[in-house]
């Protein structure tokens, strides 16, 4: 009988406690969206929405920054991640290798476009031959420009990396979202349209999934969780801006 009861307790407080969600974010900086690095910990909407969502669910959130590539091998051959986020179904298929994942409905829709400065804006695709991006980021935008050889792409580990290359004429441009470099652009005590979106060269409007190899769970629950906070989605994008 007491060996029951002892079993009964174990069971109520894990209950308690709630299930542990393993989530792996890209250990990089781009904030407001969200920052994971070694300096600092996460921060941001993407990881506020999270928290949101297992406090949502009673659940305990474990959050694992790990470097881009790490994350898929983690999540689909080691198997030791339940989620990952941000992702998109166009992102990464290398990394993916044709297996199958799980998708919720979109999180935050971005924009991804090119920055110039602000005397090139306006010059025409034919100018841009040298573009930068952060390592592991796919320039979905420029992929036929990218597929002809017309365009060369170069890749760093960071934003402030490629900020620099552009203001000193290493690179025509760099592909990212226009939010976060403006907020990277303050960082180094730099003007915010010191780099501008230029609306005549490649953009896309894409968005943030949550992803899982294993769990439709999860899943369906983050969904309905989307669906049923408008206000707590809307409150969270007020604080950063978005």
């Known amino acids: 009988m007491k060996r029951w009861r002892l079993l009964a307790l174990l069971m109520v407080t894990a209950l308690a406690q709630g299930e542990t969600l393993r989530v792996g974010i890209e250990q990089h900086d781009y904030y407001p ?83 110039v400065l602000a005397n090139r804006r306006g010059q025409g695709l034919n100018n841009i031959r040298h573009l930068g991006t952060v390592r592991g980021f796919t320039a979905q935008a420029w992929q036929p420009q990218l597929d002809a ?14 900020i620099r290359m552009v203001v000193r004429g290493r690179l025509d441009a760099l592909y990212a979202n226009p939010q976060v470099v403006r907020y990277q652009l303050a960082q180094l005590d730099m003007s915010n349209n010191y780099l501008q979106l230029d609306p005549q060269l490649p953009l896309i409007y894409t968005s943030f999934h949550l992803s899982s190899a294993s769990r439709p769970d999860l899943i369906e629950r983050f969904d309905a969780f989307l669906a049923h906070q408008p206000d707590t989605l809307q409150r969270l994008k007020t604080r950063y801006g978005l």
């Open 33 to 115: 969206y969200y920052r994971a690095t070694l300096e600092s910990p996460p921060e941001g909407y993407c990881l506020d929405l999270l928290e949101a969502f297992a406090e949502y669910e009673g659940l305990t959130l474990e959050l694992l920054p790990q470097p881009l590539n790490r994350l898929y091998r983690n999540m689909l051959d080691e198997q030791n991640l339940d989620l990952l986020f941000p992702d998109n179904p166009e992102w990464a298929r290398q990394a993916k290798a044709d297996r199958h994942l799980y998708y919720s409905e979109a999180a935050v829709q971005i924009v991804d476009g090119t920055m």
């Open 149 to 162: 050889g017309t365009v060369h792409l170069v890749e760093t580990q960071d934003l402030h990396s490629l």
